[in-house]
């Protein structure tokens, strides 16, 4: 099975920067697709972004522009940049893994704060 730690959430300040990362270990493979979904209180989570083994990346138009995704190939880690925050962003951050029709496995979850 593959596990995922989530690090990094925490309080950020509007127009400022945090970074999250999520490891995953365990089981494998070799295409497979890591992503950020995040969920505010009282609406239903969403994508923020997505990168595969194959370089392709998709963002919300929310945060393209201010959010960064890349990943590490071999510790199996991706990072999710987050700059210019804004309350908005505020939302419980869960990091995801699939591989498409067979695994999908979520992190813990990670409280981003955006607030002065």
């Known amino acids: 099975q593959v596990k995922l730690v989530e690090s990094g959430g925490g309080l950020g300040q509007p127009g400022g920067s945090l970074r999250l990362s999520c490891a995953a270990s365990?089981?494998?493979?070799?295409?497979?697709?890591m992503g950020w979904y995040r969920q505010a209180p009282g609406k239903e989570r969403e994508l923020v972004a997505v990168?595969?083994?194959?370089?392709?990346?998709r963002y919300a138009d929310s945060v393209k522009g201010r959010f960064t995704i890349s990943r590490d190939n071999a510790g199996n880690t991706v990072y999710l940049q987050m700059n210019s925050l804004k309350p908005e962003d505020t939302a419980v951050y869960y990091c995801?893994?699939?591989?498409?029709?067979?695994?999908?496995?979520w992190g813990q979850g990670s409280q981003v704060t955006v607030s002065s």
């Open positions: 365990g089981s494998i493979f070799s295409i497979f697709a």
């Open positions: 990168i595969s083994t194959v370089g392709t990346i």
């Open positions: 995801n893994y699939k591989m498409s029709g067979k695994i999908d496995v």
